[in-house]
């Protein structure tokens, strides 16, 4: 297949913007790839790079028995720029697919920009383009964008909920007579840095974050729910003195080397860059202000001389009530040639997120050369996730990461012990089939 006269547009260069402007342009349709930055910036967005990671630099699990891992493994095996980008710019984290952060979003920006059918056009978007078109504006959308949305959809179906970052702190600031470097139960390399906490140390640290001053919401915010995966870390001690004990700073799998014993409670501290120079508190999503931060944080054995490269921050996210407004392939059923992608479908999470954005743009590009949709299937997590969001009989949509529970159930019955590995060997196996139509159209697109 080559070259063809067909154009469409892909607003917001995001990961699932960028992944769907790449797929569309690997079927030969000419793409204007409409980004705000570096003119707009976002509350939380920084670089003027595309795909811009901001709430970690983890891509969550690379194991398969999880299902985020079987996400990205589809992903990977169908021509996902994003995946590329991201073993690309790996950097060590045992289990888990952490980047560079500032390499990974270089990588998007260069292969899109680098592409003879990508336009890019660096402004702000303020209304839904006409002709074939992907919104992929991310879950901050706000402004005559989001106006533009509600008008086409109701403002009863736009829905807000609040997103929480967490901080990094510079790696030469951490106390490494007191931390340690190990991964839970001593998989894989030692990537993480691990500050443990006794009884008595964890309860004043619980103490004082429940009575640290927070950042203040605006009255139109105040009734806004907060999402399960990203709650800021003061929202989860306020349900109860052990619930981060059993949370983000379980300690179970690892050993304080001080004490040769487990310790009572563990905050980890993820690589976020490929010098090893700064490092994310994971699970410390917050909108404590920021001299609490400093105060609060600082109380954690090994970081009592922290320097916080970023500080934790809170911001408004912003997502469509998808069922009866999506189809399964996120097009919009009220506008044939128009199709939406990323967090503000409903799906959670960067990976989720760039699979959206694979979905509607090989869907789009397909619909543009005249050939029938593919069916991802509920047996792919890939379809799984496009099946959830554009489910009808979903009267309120919560935002929802990749789940074993999203994929289609076997026909038979199988062992609970035995299902992970099942549902992964029948989604690879869903892919395999898929592939060959998905490849075979695709243009030379390496980068």
Known sequence: ????????????????????????????????????????????????????LVCSNSLRSNQLENAVGLLKEELRQLGSLILKAADATAVPAGGALAVDREGFSRYVTQALTSHPLVQVVREEAVEIPDGPCIIATGPLTEGRMAEAIARLIGDASLLHFHDAVAPIV???????????????????????????????????????????????????????????????????????????????????????????????????????????????????????????????????????????????????????????FLDGHYRCLKRENLYFAGQMTGVEGYVES??????????????????????????????????????????????????FGLLEEFPHRVKKAQRKEAWTDRALLAVDVLSGPLLEDVLHCEN
Request: net charge neutral; glycine share 10%.
């Open 1 to 52: 297949m080559g070259e063809t006269n067909l154009h469409a547009t892909v607003v917001g260069a995001g990961l699932a913007g960028s992944e769907a402007a790449w797929q569309l342009a690997c079927r030969g349709i000419q793409v204007t790839l409409v980004e705000g930055k570096p003119q707009v910036h976002s509350p939380v967005h920084h670089l003027a790079d595309f795909a811009e």
């Open 354 to 403: 760039a699979g959206s954005g694979f979905v509607a743009g090989v869907s789009l590009a397909r619909q543009l050369l005249g050939e029938r949709p593919l069916d991802f299937t509920r047996r792919t997590m890939l379809g799984a996730m496009a099946a959830y969001v554009s489910n009808p009989a979903i009267e309120r949509l919560e935002p929802m990461n990749a789940t």
């Open 170 to 324: 510079r790696g030469d600031s951490i106390n490494m007579d007191v931390a340690f470097a190990a991964s839970r139960y001593g998989r894989g390399e030692a990537d993480y840095i691990n500050c443990p906490m006794n009884e008595a140390e964890y309860h004043a640290f619980v103490r004082e974050l429940l009575a640290a001053e927070r950042a203040p919401l605006h009255e139109f915010e105040e009734d806004i729910k907060v999402f399960e995966g990203c709650m800021p870390v003061e929202s989860m001690a306020e349900r109860g003195p052990m619930t981060l004990a059993y949370g983000p700073l379980k300690p179970v799998g690892l050993v304080d080397r001080r004490t040769g014993k487990r310790p009572f409670a563990v905050v980890q501290l993820r690589q976020d860059d490929a010098a090893g120079s700064l490092y994310n508190m994971v699970g410390f999503q917050t909108r404590l202000k920021f001299p609490e931060q400093r105060r609060v944080f600082r109380m954690i054995p090994g970081l009592e001389r922290a320097q916080f490269e970023r500080y934790g921050v809170m911001h408004r996210n912003t997502y469509l009530h998808s069922p009866g």
